[in-house]
Structures are given as structure tokens and as C-alpha cells.
């Protein structure tokens, strides 16, 4: 990580401005979704290519489906989950979110991510609103579960059994027709109304209740900057919005050099 002060003149404005916030910052808040990950080789959920153009939510992702037939989702696993999670690596943007929390600048990042990349790439403080699919647990005794160890029991048989109590196997993430969990989205909270400033990184910021963190840092008197490719419902009320992917923006306006 060099300085933001060493980086080349006549960078992109948009670069420079967001530069400048990350400068005058004292508490900083990462928000991610699916676009910081989609640089890393998995495949956003909305949009050309996007899983739920293969795979149907109402099934896979969904709670009531899963308690009816919990072999679409432990199929959706064998066929796309895993190979997409174990070979993922952090992208350069993840790497230097973890570098500048490092430096102690960020408090805390808030992720809609499942993919375990943040924790991967070097974060420590990582809310995670909808769980990780790189763990599982048992629905009965709540045994738990690594991700190569449950690929290796549905590659015997799906769905997958609990070891312990035959009870069955699921993802430690929270599903259509669940709550997110309390504790988690009562601290992202705290730390949304804050920060000095929050960053966007990746989101559509139209899930609820998580997209409504940004609003509430900026509701607090923080400043709000959105970078994702697609404009978002609140592109109009942040300090600064930029519309291309993350690698081409964050790591060079933070001075991170991979």
C-alpha cells in the first residue's frame, strides 16, 4: 500500500474524488455485494449469466423448499457451489479493503456476500447479513461443517446426512423466507450510523433490510459512495457514485498495489 498522495495526476476524476473522501475519512464502513466478488469468478445472482438465470431461487435458496426437498439445493451444490467456492481467490479489491482495515481506517466491513472472500483476503471484522456458504450445520443436533467435508458426502449421497444424528445438512447462509440474524444486522446498524464514511462496493442496494444501511450512514451525517457498473436507487443521494467495476477504482484510489 503507497500513499494516496503518490498516485500519478490526471488519474480518472472520479478516482481523485473518491481519493479525497477516503483521505478526510476518519471511520470508515465497507458495504459489498455480488459486483466485488464477480472479479473473483462468481457468478452475480441478477442480470445476463447470473445464477438465478440457471438455477430457480424459489428452490435452491428458499427455506420452504428446502424443509420439501432439500436435494435441489444439495444438487445445485455438487453441480455450481462448490468448484465456484473453492476456487475463488480475492480479487484485488478484496485485498485492498483488507489492507486499508489493516491500516486501521476501516471499522468494520458489512457484506451481503456469502463467498467467504473478505475473511479470505484478510479482514477481521467482517458482518456477514446473510451467512457463509463455505459452512454448514446440522438442522437437528447443529453439528458443523467444513465445505470440502460436505462435498464429500454429497458426492456419496445427497442430500447430505448429518454424521452425528442422520439429521440433515444445510448451508450456514439465510434463506428466502428467513430472518436475518438479529445480532448481526443490530451491529452493521450500529456501525452504519457511525461511520464518517461508508462505501458501496458491488451492491444493487435493492435487497431490504440490508440495503437500507447506506441510507441510515447517510441519514447520520456520513458521507455515502456507491461504486457498482449499474446505477442503484440511491445514486442520487450519495456524495459520490460511480459506475464501473470496483478493481478499476477502489484499489488505485487507496493507493493499493497488488
Known sequence: MKNSEDLIENTDPSINSLKKLV??????????????????????YRG?????????????????????????????FKEERHAMMAQAEPSVTHRAVA???KQGRVSAVITQNIDNLHIKAG???????????????????RAQ????????????????YCQ???????????????????????E???EAKICDLMIVIGSSLVVYPAANLPYE??????????????ATPLDSVADLAIHSSAGEVFPQAVGYES
Open 145 to 160: 461443517y467444513g465445505l470440502d467435508e460436505v462435498k464429500r458426502l454429497a458426492d456419496q449421497e445427497v442430500p447430505v
Open 188 to 190: 452493521a446498524l450500529r
Open 99 to 101: 489492507e486499508l482495515e
Open 164 to 186: 452425528k444424528c442422520q439429521g440433515i445438512v444445510r448451508p450456514d447462509v439465510v434463506l428466502f423466507g428467513e430472518m436475518l440474524p438479529a445480532n448481526v444486522i443490530d
Open 123 to 141: 479482514s477481521k471484522r467482517v458482518l456477514e447479513l446473510h451467512g457463509n456458504t463455505t459452512r454448514f450445520y446440522c438442522c437437528d443436533c
Open 48 to 76: 445476463a449469466g447470473g445464477l438465478w438465470t440457471k438455477y430457480d431461487p424459489e428452490k435452491y435458496a428458499s427455506i420452504e423448499y428446502f424443509r420439501k426437498d432439500p436435494t435441489y439445493y444439495w444438487n445445485f
Open 23 to 44: 483521505d478526510e475519512a476518519d471511520r470508515i464502513v465497507i458495504f459489498t455485494g455480488a459486483g466485488i466478488s464477480a472479479e473473483s469468478g462468481i457468478a452475480t
Open 217 to 230: 450512514a447517510k441519514l447520520s451525517g456520513a458521507r455515502l459512495v456507491i461504486i457498482n457498473i449499474d
